[in-house]
């Protein structure tokens, strides 16, 4: 817990600053307090000098005293003659004088012959009896010990005028005695006295020994300490200062007086002081405490800013930190606001780039899917009707293979701007190359995005200049309404795709509502496309020959090679149905090589020159290697080139016109003739027929079925034949079932014919036969009519037929 708190600087450092400043108030406090005990000491120690001199005048007064008061006596003409004449109660009585008068507890005479006179103990005045004898010259007390007790001795000579005897006061130095003298000191004093004879153990009253032995040493120190400054130690657990000051002792005896003052007294005075001292130093201390405290947290406020933008930052969060002062925190966060701005900066950038379609600036597919989500949810949660509306550019892909890609961009950036200008409350987005997708809250029913549609199809058919250069486009919508065409996004687009995808197959610069039946169309559209896959693995695909007839020479020249696809449970797909499917999912590659070889295989098998036509769809063009997979048929099979005869449609000129004459020309090149197959059903023939010089045109059945009609029907034909033959170019006339429609043609001069009236498409084997390779018994329909049509056709002129081959002919 304490470490965790620790954690934040505002904490470290509070206790760090609390922590120096305590350090620093205890060192002064402590400085201060070793003064007070150092004044005090040296205070106390020169009162205990002062009195112990003080205690040296009284002590030396009250033995002046008592020698005054035996002198008087001493002097007293009376007691001499006592003493002469030993009268002793005469002396006794006298003695007793004294003693009361000097109140003193023993008084003696001692004769000269050292007989004692007086009370008191034996032993007392068996030891008082040497002492005059033992007190230094001119002394006349001394302090003496006695069975461990101190006593003081005045003496006073008794002259006559020799001396004759003495008198001897003995004082015992009791507390009682020690209180008295204490009085008298200015000081608390605790005065005692220490004495011993002849060098053994100290006595001393009130002391226990250990503490005596430690003031006062057994040995000679003891004397030199009593003449230095006082020092301290414990006494009786009381820590004193203790004064040592010698006595004139007797004989033997040594004594000291011992001086002590407790400490605490001695500090007593300087308590308040102290006291004092605490407090200030407590409140210091809290003072400190709320400093530190402050401090700290004025110099961690601008951290935890920063910290708490730090955060803020790493949360999403748009945030920046004040800047106060000039200091590095003021510069780190300025720093970290300079930092932060760069970071939304880049952010909006990216955000901006993940959203949003370079090119154009419109909102790109991810924001569209985000919106049309959001705005789904919303719709659904209000009741209301979303629609959306997915375009694609016709005929872009020329654009940018004509103009080029720099003009295809500046033509998406126009078609993205009129967007915006025609749907201003749509969401409009570029979904990717040249789709784009609007999203348009519906309040009054599909109504409102028929109208939008039609006017963004009617915009966007208008020319775009770019550069001053124009350029036409056009679009296809699909239009899908949630809830009821989907209620998510993912289902939404789909329809909306299946709708355009329906758009574009109707003819294009169209928009279409998705209808449920679009997508049953499309899943069987995508079963479709995987049993294609199976197909072609399995070699399913078979391949019916179409024979074609040259009426100029009354026999067949050609068979074009048809797809079959017997499907196990669709029974016979026309090649209607699924080739379109191949070529949408690409596999029309492989499946048109297939055919290549397979017909050019065939072919082989035939007499003669009779060639082979193969359709050739858009699909196949686009991939570079259609080239080689021509050679390589040709090739494997042996069959020379000019027998092959490639049919293409109009369609494939949508794309890429330059390109697609590009490839013509080099198959041609080859050898290889090129027939344009339909011809009538496209947008603008003649231009084609202009460009490239096909060796064939192929009448589109359309126009055959007509040919009874009327007489404009026959005026078409008439004059495609014209055109053909002026262009230097064959016809062939498709989907002739009737007699009539092949006198017809032939009386416009229609070189060849191809249809159910000549022959329906055979099966491999039946064409080889038909061929002339082996005659069998299935085709004997198709030889009948065959030779009948040659029959008719050589009413010809002769011209016509100068061209023979060898086999077909009946
Ligand atoms: P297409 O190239 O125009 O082929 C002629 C179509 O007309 C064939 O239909 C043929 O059976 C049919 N036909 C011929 N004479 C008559 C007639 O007198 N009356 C009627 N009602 N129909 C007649 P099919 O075989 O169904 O082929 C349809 C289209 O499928 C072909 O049109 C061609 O565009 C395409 N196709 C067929 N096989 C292939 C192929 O191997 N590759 C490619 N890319 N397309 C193919
Ligand atoms: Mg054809
Ligand atoms: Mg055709």
């Known amino acids: 817990m304490i470490r965790f708190r620790f954690r934040s600087i505002r904490n470290r450092l509070s206790a760090l600053y609390a922590g120096l400043f305590t350090l620093a108030i205890v060192v002064i406090a402590l400085l201060l307090q070793a003064m007070i005990v150092q004044n005090a000491t040296q205070s106390v120690r020169a009162e205990l000098a002062a009195s112990s001199s003080v205690y040296d005048r009284i002590w030396n007064l009250?033995?002046?005293?008592?020698?005054?008061?035996?002198?008087?006596?001493?002097?007293?003409?009376?007691?001499?003659?006592?003493?002469?004449?030993?009268?002793?109660?005469?002396?006794?009585?006298?003695?007793?004088?004294?003693?009361?008068?000097?109140?003193?507890?023993?008084?003696?005479?001692?004769?000269?012959?050292?007989?004692?006179?007086?009370?008191?103990?034996p032993r007392l005045r068996a030891r008082v009896a040497g002492l005059p004898w033992e007190l230094e010259d001119g002394q006349n007390s001394g302090l003496f010990s006695l069975d461990g007790q101190a006593f003081r001795a005045i003496v006073a000579p008794i002259r006559a005028p020799a001396v004759i005897g003495y008198i001897v006061f003995a004082v015992h130095i009791d507390r009682r005695e020690m209180t008295a003298i204490e009085r008298l000191s200015a000081i608390p004093l605790q005065a005692t006295v220490l004495h011993r004879v002849q060098g053994q153990a100290w006595h001393a009253d009130g002391i226990a020994a250990a503490d005596v032995a430690r003031i006062a040493?057994?040995?000679?120190?003891?004397?030199?300490?009593?003449?230095?400054?006082?020092?301290?130690?414990?006494?009786?657990?009381?820590?004193?200062?203790?004064?040592?000051?010698?006595?004139?002792?007797?004989?033997?005896?040594?004594?000291?007086?011992?001086?002590r003052y407790p400490v605490s007294l001695a500090l007593a005075d300087f308590r308040p002081l102290q006291l004092g001292m605490l407090m200030a130093?407590?409140?210091?201390?809290?003072?400190v405490l709320l400093a530190s405290i402050r401090l700290a947290r004025t110099i961690a406020r601008p951290i935890s800013a920063l910290e708490s933008a730090?955060?803020?930052?790493?949360?999403?969060?748009?945030?920046?930190?004040?800047?106060?002062?000039?200091?590095?925190?003021?510069?780190?966060?300025?720093?970290?606001?300079?930092?932060?701005?760069?970071?939304?900066?880049?952010?909006?950038?990216?955000?901006?780039?993940?959203?949003?379609?370079?090119?154009?600036?419109?909102?790109?597919?991810?924001?569209?899917?985000?919106?049309?989500?959001?705005?789904?949810?919303?719709?659904?949660?209000?009741?209301?009707?979303?629609?959306?509306?997915?375009?694609?550019?016709?005929?872009?892909?020329?654009?940018?293979d004509t103009l080029?890609?720099?003009?295809?961009?500046?033509?998406?950036?126009?078609?993205?701007?009129?967007?915006?200008?025609?749907?201003?409350?749509?969401?409009?987005?570029?979904?990717?190359?040249?789709?784009?997708?609007?999203?348009?809250?519906?309040?009054?029913?599909?109504?409102?995005?028929?109208?939008?549609?039609?006017?963004?199809?009617?915009?966007?058919?208008?020319?775009?200049?770019?550069?001053?250069?124009?350029?036409?486009?056009?679009?296809?919508i699909g239009i899908a309404i949630a809830p009821g065409d989907g209620a998510t996004a993912d289902i939404l687009l789909k329809n909306a795709d299946l709708a355009l995808y329906r758009a574009k197959q109707d003819g294009r610069g169209l928009f279409r509502f998705f209808q449920v039946s679009l997508d049953i169309e499309a899943q069987a559209r995508r079963q479709m496309e995987i049993d294609l896959r199976q197909a072609l693995k399995d070699g399913d695909f078979e391949l019916n020959f179409q024979p074609i007839f040259d009426q100029r020479e009354g026999h067949i020249v050609c068979f074009e090679a048809l797809m079959r696809w017997p499907h196990p449970e669709l029974g016979l797909v026309p090649p209607s149905r699924f080739i379109p499917i191949a070529e949408e999912c690409g596999l029309i590659v492989r499946i048109g090589e297939w055919v290549l070889h397979e017909a050019c295989r065939q072919a082989s098998r035939w007499p003669g020159d009779i060639r082979v036509a193969v359709n050739v769809s858009p699909g196949q063009f686009r991939n570079p290697g259609l080239n080689a997979a021509i050679l390589q048929a040709l090739a494997n099979s042996g069959v020379d080139p000019s027998r092959l005869e490639i049919e293409i449609t109009e369609s494939i000129f949508l794309e890429s016109c330059?390109?697609?004459?590009?490839?013509?020309?080099?198959?041609?090149?080859?050898?290889?003739?090129?027939?344009?197959?339909?011809?009538?059903?496209?947008?603008?023939?003649?231009?084609?027929?202009?460009?490239?010089?096909?060796?064939?045109?192929?009448?589109?059945?359309?126009?055959?079925?007509?040919?009874?009609?009327g007489e404009s029907a026959k005026a078409i034909v008439q004059a495609i034949i014209s055109l053909a033959t002026a262009l230097g170019m064959e016809t062939t006339a498709e989907g002739v079932e009737t007699q009539a429609q092949f006198e017809a043609l032939r009386a416009q001069g229609c070189e060849s014919i191809q249809g159910f009236l000549l022959s329906r498409p055979l099966s491999a084997a039946d064409a080889f036969a038909l061929s002339g390779g082996v005659a069998k018994a299935e085709n004997?329909?198709?030889?009948?009519?065959?030779?009948?049509?040659?029959?008719?056709?050589?009413?010809?002129?002769?011209?016509a037929r100068a061209k023979r081959s060898g086999s077909a002919s009946a």
């Open 658 to 709: 330059a390109d697609t004459i590009a490839m013509l020309h080099s198959l041609r090149a080859l050898g290889v003739r090129i027939a344009l197959d339909d011809f009538g059903t496209g947008y603008s023939s003649l231009s084609y027929l202009s460009n490239f010089p096909f060796d064939k045109i192929k009448i589109d059945k359309s126009f055959v079925d007509r040919l009874g009609e």
């Open 62 to 121: 009250r033995s002046a005293a008592l020698a005054d008061s035996a002198d008087v006596l001493a002097r007293d003409f009376g007691f001499r003659s006592a003493v002469a004449t030993n009268d002793v109660p005469t002396i006794r009585s006298a003695l007793d004088n004294l003693r009361n008068r000097a109140r003193v507890d023993t008084a003696f005479m001692i004769g000269e012959d050292g007989q004692v006179v007086g009370t008191g103990d």
């Open 281 to 287: 130093g407590l409140v210091g201390l809290a003072l």
């Open 404 to 476: 080029g890609h720099p003009f295809g961009d500046q033509v998406l950036k126009q078609a993205g701007a009129i967007l915006q200008r025609e749907a201003p409350e749509s969401f409009v987005a570029r979904l990717g190359g040249d789709e784009f997708a609007l999203i348009l809250p519906l309040h009054a029913g599909s109504e409102e995005a028929r109208t939008l549609a039609q006017r963004i199809c009617t915009a966007l058919v208008e020319p775009i200049m770019i550069a001053e250069q124009q350029t036409l486009i056009g679009t296809s």
């Open 780 to 799: 004997v329909s198709e030889r009948r009519q065959i030779s009948n049509l040659a029959e008719a056709s050589a009413e010809q002129p002769a011209s």
């Open 217 to 259: 040493p057994a040995d000679g120190a003891a004397a030199a300490r009593a003449e230095a400054a006082p020092i301290e130690t414990g006494i009786g657990g009381v820590n004193s200062f203790v004064l040592l000051r010698p006595l004139p002792a007797a004989g033997s005896t040594e004594a000291l007086l011992v001086l």
């Open 310 to 400: 730090a955060r803020a930052l790493e949360a999403g969060e748009r945030t920046e930190v004040a800047v106060v002062g000039e200091d590095e925190i003021a510069g780190l966060a300025r720093s970290f606001n300079a930092m932060a701005r760069g970071i939304f900066e880049r952010e909006d950038r990216i955000t901006h780039l993940a959203f949003n379609d370079v090119l154009t600036e419109l909102p790109n597919r991810v924001f569209f899917r985000q919106q049309l989500e959001a705005r789904l949810r919303q719709a659904d949660k209000n009741g209301e009707q979303v629609a959306i509306l997915t375009l694609d550019l016709d005929g872009f892909k020329s654009v940018n």
